[in-house]
Structures are given as C-alpha cells and as structure tokens.
T-cell receptor
Framework: DGGITQSPKYLFRKEGQNVTLSCEQN?????MYWYRQDPGQGLRLIYY???????QKGDIAEGYSVSREKKESFPLTVTSAQKNPTAFYLC????????????FGPGTRLTVL | GQQVMQIPQYQHVQEGEDFTTYCNSS?????IQWYKQRPGGHPVFLIQ?????EVKKQKRLTFQFGEAKKNSSLHITATQTTEVGTYFC??????????FGSGTKLNVKP
C-alpha cells in the first residue's frame, strides 16, 4: 500500500524535552512538508524539503528542526525552545515539487505536559 | 506578510441546502488548491485551479478562481450529510510557498 505514515498517533512529553516525530512515504515523492494545525486554524508551514539533503524554513520554523537524509523520510524534532508545542502535526508529500497536489499523513497529536 | 483569508469560519446548513466558502489573498497566486478534512482526519486534496477565471466542477461541487487570481470559491449544491468536514483553500504564491486558509467547518443537519 502506498502512502504516508506518521507515528505515533498520540504523543505525550514533559515540558523541556525534545521529541522527534516520524514521517515516512513510499510514494517516491521528491517534496515533503511539515505543518502544524491548531484548533480552529488552518495549517501553518513549519519546514519543507524539495530534495534530499535540502530543506527550507516555513513560516513558523522557530523551535523546530528537520533532516532529509533519505528521500522517503522527513523527521521533525520539536525542541524545548518551542514555546507552545502542543498541537496536531501533519506531514505531507508532493510528487511535483511545490506545485503539485499534497498527500497528507494521518497526523501526530503532540501534548506537552 | 502573505495571507490567505477564508470565510466563513463555520457554516451550518440543512441537508439539501447550498454551501459556499470563499478565499481571498492579499497577493496574486500562481495556483490555488482545495482540500477537505473530515473530523478527526487529515486533509485530502480535492482540486487545483491554475488559470485566471477558471471554473471546475466535480459533481455537485463547483470551484472558481478569480480573474485577478487573488480569490477563489467552493460551492456545494444540495449538501449531503456525508459532506461534513472542514474545507481549506491553499494558495501558492510566486515564490513557491503554500499558504492555507483557516478553513470553513461545514455541518449538515439531516
């Protein structure tokens, strides 16, 4: 089955701890994205990557870091510097760079206690 | 900065009534995409509009892209209960960045 997987679905962490969210795709897509969704709001872009070993900051990159060592993987680390990390995190990929349709994973709901 | 505004935030309709959501950008967009997110789910792509004044239809859904490529709308004729969810637009600017609207949450009463 082709698609995007994110794990885990729910994640709880104590304040001050870094946490890494997983995103894997087997669609052979070049571009991958991380978004944050807060209640009643749209999706805000955290980071995006057009090719392996390259990534760009989105609108709310502060307190987050990413890596793109493999085409199929784009993990997001939420660091302790992120002031309000509790949110729903969505990973997406696109076959045509930044111009194409985005395919979303099921999301990870992160709660920082 | 770049923003895509979307209204209304919520819409409650009776089954069979029509529904429209609007997106407006402060700058010209290269294209605009529409997504639907069911409650508890993730966004799913519906359509992409590229040309000025473009109109596309998917059964009872009609999508429009404004002549100035700054606004767009999604209209559903005779809504059904299966169409509940949040509808998002996502505009791409000339610097290849996507900006999502805040979404319109549609509730359909049977």
């Amino acid at each position: 089955d082709g698609g995007i997987t994110q794990s885990p679905k729910y994640l709880f962490r104590k304040e001050g701890q870094n946490v890494t969210l997983s995103c894997e795709q087997n669609l052979n897509h070049d571009a991958m994205y991380w978004y944050r969704q807060d209640p009643g709001q749209g999706l805000r872009l955290i980071y995006y990557s057009q090719i392996v070993n390259d990534f760009q900051k989105g609108d709310i990159a502060e307190g987050y870091s990413v890596s793109r060592e493999k085409k199929e993987s784009f993990p997001l680390t939420v660091t302790s510097a992120q002031k309000n990390p509790t949110a729903f995190y969505l990973c997406a990929s696109s076959p045509s760079g930044l111009a194409g349709e985005q395919f979303f994973g099921p999301g990870t709901r992160l709660t920082v206690l | 900065g770049q923003q895509v505004m979307q209204i209304p935030q919520y819409q409650h309709v009776q089954e069979g009534e029509d529904f429209t959501t609007y997106c407006n950008s402060s700058t010209t967009l290269s294209n605009i995409q529409w997504y639907k997110q069911r409650p508890g789910g993730h966004p799913v792509f519906l359509i992409q509009l590229v040309k000025s004044g473009e109109v596309k239809k998917q059964k009872r859904l009609t999508f429009q892209f404004g002549e100035a490529k700054k606004n767009s709308s999604l209209h559903i004729t005779a809504t059904q209960t299966t169409e509940v969810g949040t509808y998002f637009c996502a505009g791409r600017n000339n610097f290849n960045k996507f900006y999502f609207g805040s979404g319109t949450k549609l509730n359909v009463k049977p």
